[in-house]
C-alpha cells in the first residue's frame, strides 16, 4: 500500500511508527505493530535493566521482526544503554537532546539512530551528528514536545534533510494526518495517542476511555513538570509534557509551590511502575479529539492506510485540472 526509502532502511513493510511510551509496558502493543509491518517501539525510562531485558526477551518472543528501543534524558540511564547496545535493536530512538556520543556508540554497534526534534536547531544538530531518521514531532503531541506545529516543522526538517528520511509526528491518528505528512515530504509517520487506544496497550482502561472522550483541548501542556518528574541529566534538554488534565496537573499550573518534589515524584514512579500513573499525568496528545473507538493495534494500523490510500486519491481527483470547461448560456 505505501513502502517509502524509511520501510528499505528499517527493514518495515508500512511506514508507520509506534511512539514509545516511556517507563509503560507496551510489550504486546509493539509486537502487533510489528507483526502487522510497522515499527513498534520499547521505552526504557524508570526501568531497571532486569526488567528492560524482561520485556526485549518477551517482545522478541512475540516476533522476529525489527524494533527500536527508546532512551531520554530525564533522566538518562547509562546502564540501560549499555544494555541496549548489548541486545542489538535494529534501531535506537532518543528525544529531549541530540547526544551526538551515544549516536556515535550506536553506529559502532551496527544500531541505527531515530532523532526526534521539535524545532530546527535540533535537526540541525541531528544532521551534523549523523542521525539515520528524524521524527519532526510537532508541538500537539503528547508526552514531552516543544513549541512549533506539525505543520510549520515537517516541511521545515525534510528541507534541511536531504536523503535522511523525515517521519511526521504530533496531532496524526487518522489516515487523514497520515495523506498530509505524505504531502509535506514526509516518509512515514509516528503515532502515540491513537495506539495508547488499543486494546493491546497495557494501561488502565481508565486512561483509554479518557482518550476516546477528550476534545483537542483537554489534551494540555503540563507546567512545572520537573516538581513531579525526574530532572534532565543532560545539557541541552528541552520538552514540556503534554496530559490530559488532572487536579495534579491544574495544580502545577495555578499552584506549582503546593507540589513537594520530595514526595511527588516517588508517588509518581510508583504509580508509574503499577501500569498506572494516569490519575496524575496522563500523556496525552491533541489527536485524542480523533480517537474515537479502542480497537487492536493491527486493526488501528491498517484502517489508517487504507484511508490514507482513498484521501490521497480523492485529493488528486480534486485537484484534476481536466475538469469539462464551463460553456456560455
Known sequence: ????????????????????????????????????????????AARTVPELRGQWSRLRELTDRPFAVNHTTRPFDEEAFEATLEEGPAAISFHLAVPEDLIA?????????????????????????????????????????????????VPQVVDMAGDTPV?????????????????LGAQGVSMGTRFLASTEMNISDEWKQRIVRADAVDAVKALNSERVLPPYSRPGSYGVPRALRTDLVDTLRDHPEQVNPEDAIPRLMEAISRGRGDEYLPFTGQSAALVHDILPASEILRGILQEAETVLTAAAALTDNRAPKRTRP
Request: glycine residues 14%.
Open 167 to 183: 517521519v511526521a509526528a504530533g496531532g496524526i491518528a487518522d489516515g487523514r494526518g497520515v495523506a498530509a505528512a505524505f504531502a
Open 105 to 153: 556508540q550506536a553506529h559502532a554497534s551496527g544500531i541505527m539512530w531515530i532523532q526526534q526534534v521539535t524545532d530546527a536547531r535540533q535537526a540541525a544538530q541531528a544532521l551534523d551528528a549523523g542521525a539515520d531518521v528524524f521524527i519532526a514531532q510537532g508541538s500537539e503531541a503528547g508526552g514531552h514536545s516543544g513549541d512549533v506545529s506539525t505543520m510549520v516543522l
Open 1 to 44: 500500500m505505501f513502502y517509502t526509502p524509511l520501510c528499505e532502511l528499517l527493514g518495515i513493510e508500512t511506514p508507520i511508527i509506534c511512539a514509545p511510551f516511556g517507563p509503560w509496558d507496551e510489550v504486546a502493543l509493539a509486537a502487533s505493530i510489528c507483526t502487522t509491518g510497522g515499527l513498534g517501539s520499547l521505552g526504557s
